[in-house]
């Protein structure tokens, strides 16, 4: 089985990979912007709904019970799909996944030895790198949301989720474009840049027989899928290809077409902080004379079914991908998303990303937080990431107790040694005096510097007072009687 | 075993013994948020209107369906577009008289694309949100031509207009497997710098007519 | 610490020590909003995990008795004036336990507000993390600085003399980055505030 999380395996550590990412300045500063814009027009969207707390209830709930019954939910729409002429295949993992697409592709290409194919933005594709495995096999994608397609053609990486072409400004943006589009005098304005994209791209959509795309939600009851979108290349990959090919991970199904009617008002406010985002497209199956006449489903596992067995990590799976969590978290803010070293980045990156490997890689990401819980606030659907943070941190934990190295690890033998010194009054004393006599060795100028091991990253760039000289218990035994408390 | 079969055992696997009555439990679910909106015919159609106009949308506000073809005219004067396509099963009495409209039953994308303006009727509408619902069917057209031309003028009666998102989603129950689009305003990025821009793809200009 | 860094076998005994300790206490006053965050989260959790019965019913018996410092203040003896007076300017700082999980916002402020002299003066972005988050604050240091380095600014922006908190974690954090860089801005817990000149027994 290759459960594969894009190229999380290879990924460096977060501390690690956050210190190269603290030093991009301006995409630090671009990224404050990106997520202030929108989490100051998430919080008039959602300040505006009297019954907020109710919709994310409602949407929690439907949830939940989706994932409790979900091989029910996922064979009804199976059924329901392939009724109205839609064909349903099952990836248990990446590689699967990869290989079903790319027979697809071939099958309905039988004259071209060099497909293309148009794209709808889909992180689960980037999930199971079916670019790469694409092009592995002579088939060419060419994405067709504005952003991915500024990278592609630049030749380069997405630097930020919501907005993957943030580092580049609209004069480099102009330069890509006069070189790949042959248009030696754009100008560098949005609107000619976007009116250019525009052109460029109809081209494309108009020719181009093939169409991946994933979905934010699958109905069960109809077998309908539902995509949403704000630019326009949702619907022309849709609708004009001969052929769909739609990727969707098995935990995006849900029950009724009416459940719609929470998460279509939850969604949109929470990604982009908008009453509803400009386009929701549905269908179903295959309709004569409308759109694409073949129509694939690929549903994926690529280990979500492990996260089932245990209720909390079953939350994880609740997540309808709006990444209201990212635009909240402090520490993502900072970090913009590169130090998570996987396409699912932010909070719901530093659960989901490690679970579906099996905690085998991205161990440092739960711990990337503070658990101040700023997400769950925000999640449109009540998932209690801190919660889940600190169970994965259990299980790493407890799974490095096993070994000897983790036995030994400083951590560990700190926190066994604090464990002990807290549950003895005695003890606990004992220490409080060993410290105010060695903490002398450290103080400079009344605060404590170079402090050894962990405790130096403290000292390294803050002061730390040094313990009193009197303890609270100390000094509210000496108090007189009748005293008023000592002043500053 | 087939991958389907190994993903549904597995699954099974993991939820362990479960109530064997999804329905029941589904409909057991509480709906507390608001279904039904409150607000007057006038005030719903206000709040439309009020959307609509955050949208640039051009609204044309009709005493009856008898002004919808002099209205088109006008629209299509005004804007010089000349190239009109409907639904075959768009009512002809509401095409004006002075253009050929082309129609569409089942042209091709090189035929559709000739057109520069399309209109078609509308299932639903969503006052608080200002979004138009269509079920592609009928008068509402295939997907393909509210698609490709650059203005779209959608005709949308008054008692079609709801306030809330899932008032508007239960007419289209019946129509639930057919093509449907919701539209909110045109097409929008901002990829390029954080600058909102209207119009990437689909139709940039929108035209309302309420009767 | 130890149960929200991973170490919940060893959190157990801290657990069943700490109900042992204060099982007889008519009020147990804890000036950390984090600590109180921890109790009445993850202790019945604690309790149902183990099994043990005795343990939960003590747990259950023992939360309701259980404030946080200005919620004993505020909620349990209903006072908000404790006759206090500290003629500064401070600027407060709700710490993320204290906001989200306890839900506790107008207390503290009504609590400063009675305090003769006091001249509160709101932090912008006061619900933004200070960086420090338990062991995050060593493990993580650098994104802990960078939001560090946030929180400082917005305290700074305020001009107030003083930071006060809830929690010591969020002071010591805060004292750490504004003392390393020269600032004249003092960090008091809102209990020292609170018994400044003047305060009853």
């Known amino acids: 089985m290759s459960i594969r999380v894009g190229k999380a395996a290879a990924a460096p550590a977060f501390p690690i990979a956050a210190h190269e990412a603290l030093q991009n300045d301006q995409l630090r500063r671009n990224v404050r912007h990106a997520t202030n814009v929108i989490r100051t027009k998430r919080a008039l969207r959602v300040d505006e709904m009297p019954d907020w707390q109710q919709l994310r209830q409602a949407g929690s709930d439907l949830k939940q019970h989706t994932l409790a019954h979900l091989d029910h939910y996922l064979e009804q729409f199976a059924a329901n799909c392939e009724k109205a002429g839609g064909k349903v295949h099952w990836a248990r993992d990446a590689d699967e996944a990869n290989a079903i697409a790319i027979q697809l592709i071939r099958d309905h290409s039988a004259n071209d030895p060099h497909p293309e194919v148009i794209k709808v933005k889909t992180m689960t594709s980037d999930e199971i790198q079916l670019n790469p495995a694409l092009e592995a096999a002579g088939i060419t994608p060419i994405e067709t949301d504005l952003a991915d397609m500024i990278v592609q053609l630049g030749h380069d990486e997405p630097s930020h989720i919501v907005v993957p072409a943030l580092h580049k400004n609209r004069f480099e943006i102009r330069d890509i474009f006069r070189k790949e589009m042959n248009l030696p005098d754009l100008t560098e304005t949005p609107e000619d840049l976007t009116a250019a994209a525009r052109r460029y791209l109809r081209e494309r959509f108009l020719r181009t027989r093939i169409a991946v795309s994933g979905a934010n939600f699958a109905i069960a009851e109809t077998g309908t899928v539902c995509v949403v979108e704000s630019e326009g290349n949702g619907r022309m990959c849709l609708t004009l290809p001969d052929v769909l090919i739609t990727l969707i991970g098995i935990e995006k199904v849900i029950p009724r077409f009416a459940d719609l009617e929470v998460f279509l008002q939850t969604l949109p406010r929470s990604a982009t902080g908008e009453r509803m985002n400009p386009y929701n497209s549905l269908w179903t199956g295959v309709t004569p004379n409308d759109g694409p006449q073949h129509f694939h489903v690929i549903l994926l596992d690529n280990g979500r079914t492990q996260l089932l067995a245990n209720e909390l990590e079953r939350e994880t799976l609740q997540c309808i991908r709006c990444g209201a969590c990212l635009n909240a978290c402090p520490v993502y803010r900072e970090t913009s998303g590169l130090a998570y070293g996987s396409i699912y980045s932010g909070p719901i990156g530093a659960i989901l990303s490690p679970q579906l490997q099996s905690l085998d890689h991205s161990r440092s990401l739960p711990y990337a937080s503070t658990l101040c819980g700023a997400c769950y606030e925000v999640c449109p659907v009540k998932i209690n990431i801190p919660e889940v943070l600190v169970h994965l941190r259990g299980r790493i934990v407890r799974g490095d107790q096993k070994t000897l190295s983790g036995k030994l690890s400083i951590e560990n033998i700190a926190m066994q040694t604090a464990a002990k010194i807290f549950l003895s009054r005695r003890r606990y004393e004992a220490a409080q005096r060993l410290a105010r006599i060695g903490q002398s060795l450290f103080e400079r100028k009344g605060q404590l510097v170079n402090l050894p091991g962990m405790a130096g990253a403290w000292t390294a760039t803050r002061d730390l007072r040094p313990i009193p000289a009197q303890s609270f218990r100390d000094w509210w035994k000496e108090r007189p009687a009748s005293s008023k408390g000592a002043a500053r | 075993m087939t991958a389907r079969e190994q993903i549904l055992a597995t699954i099974r696997g993991h939820l362990g013994t479960q109530a064997s009555n999804p329905a029941a439990s589904h409909a057991l679910i509480p709906a507390t948020y608001n279904r039904i909106g409150r607000l007057s015919p006038e005030a719903r159609l206000e709040l439309f209107l009020d959307r609509l106009t955050d949208y640039d949308s051009e609204i044309h506000v009709l005493p009856t369906s008898d002004a919808i073809p002099a209205t088109i005219a006008q629209v299509l004067a005004t804007t010089g577009e000349t190239q009109l396509i409907a639904s075959t099963a768009f009512p002809s009495a509401w095409l004006p008289s002075t253009i050929t409209p082309i129609l569409d039953g089942n042209l091709s994308i090189e035929e559709v694309g000739v057109a520069q303006a399309v209109v078609t009727t509308c299932e639903s509408a969503v006052a608080s949100t200002g979004t138009i619902i269509l079920v592609h069917q009928g008068a509402q057209g295939r997907r393909l031509i509210t698609l490709l031309p650059d203005h779209h003028i959608c005709i949308v009666r008054r008692d079609q207009i709801f306030e809330h998102l899932p008032e508007a989603l239960t007419p289209i129950l019946p129509n639930a497997r057919l093509p449907i689009t919701t539209i909110s305003g045109p097409s929008a990025t901002s990829d390029i710098e954080m600058t909102r821009i209207r119009g990437v793809h689909g139709p940039r200009r929108l035209t309302v007519l309420i009767y | ?201």
């Open chain 3, 1 to 201: 610490m130890h149960y929200n860094t991973g170490y919940h076998a060893e959190a157990i005994p801290l657990v069943r020590n700490f109900v042992h300790t204060f099982r007889d206490a008519e009020a147990v006053c804890v000036p950390s909003a984090s600590c109180v965050a921890m109790m009445r989260e993850h202790y019945e959790l604690i309790a149902r995990n183990e099994n043990d019965a005795l343990l939960l019913q003590e747990v259950q018996l023992l939360l309701p008795r259980i404030f946080e410092f200005s919620e004993l203040l505020t909620n349990h003896l209903k006072v908000t004036d404790v006759g206090a007076t500290f003629p500064h300017t401070v600027t407060y700082h709700p710490s993320c336990h204290s906001l989200r999980m306890l839900h506790i916002s107008e207390g503290p402020i009504k609590l400063l507000k009675q305090v003769r002299g006091l001249s509160l003066i709101d932090l912008p972005n006061k619900e933004q993390c200070c960086g420090f988050g338990g062991t995050f604050a060593v493990k993580n240091a650098d994104v802990s600085m960078a939001m560090l380095g946030e929180k400082q600014s917005c305290i700074i922006e305020t001009k107030a003399e003083v930071v006060t908190a809830l929690d010591n974690s969020c002071l010591m954090q805060i004292y750490g980055g504004l003392h390393r860089s020269n600032s004249e801005v003092r960090t008091l817990h809102i209990a020292e505030i609170l018994a400044a000149e003047g305060a009853r027994a």
